[in-house]
Nanobody, 127 residues
Framework: QAQPVESGGGSVQAGGSLRLSCAASGRSYSTGWFRQAPVRERQFVAAISLIGTNRFYAESTKGRFTISRDNAKNTVHLQMNSVQPEDTAVYYC???????????????????????WGPGTQVTVSS
């Protein structure tokens, strides 16, 4: 059973950078990043297909965030550049298996698309 774990969160000033990582046990998965700020709904951030050929970003993160993966290490990274106070949230990694060649190229953007979730890592951006 996959149990993704996030790392790399912390505090940073506006305009700075952070790199989050998501490690899942046993194998590679289709992976997405979501975030949730206080009193707000969980929000899609970015997703990457299992084999890394396709990526998709939320409009609010496009051009600033980059999702990538290292399948040899079963790890997915989220490079966050030019962060702003509105990026402050708990960031969650979510994974799902891909059981076909087509599924391995798909990206998934809805929380319900994912099976396993990490506990989250806090990102705080100060102005």
């Amino acid at each position: 059973q996959a149990q993704p774990v996030e790392s790399g969160g912390g505090s940073v000033q506006a305009g700075g950078s952070l790199r989050l990582s998501c490690a899942a046990s046993g194998r590679s998965y289709s992976t997405g990043w979501f975030r949730q700020a206080p009193v707000r709904e969980r929000q899609f951030v970015a997703a990457i297909s299992l084999i890394g050929t396709n990526r998709f970003y939320a409009e609010s993160t496009k051009g600033r965030f980059t999702i990538s993966r290292d399948n040899a290490k079963n790890t997915v990274h989220l490079q966050m550049n030019s962060v702003q106070p509105e990026d402050t949230a708990v960031y969650y990694c979510a994974v799902r298996t891909a059981t076909s060649a087509v599924a391995s190229t798909r990206v998934y953007i809805r929380p319900d698309d994912y099976t396993y979730w990490g506990p989250g890592t806090q990102v705080t951006v100060s102005s």
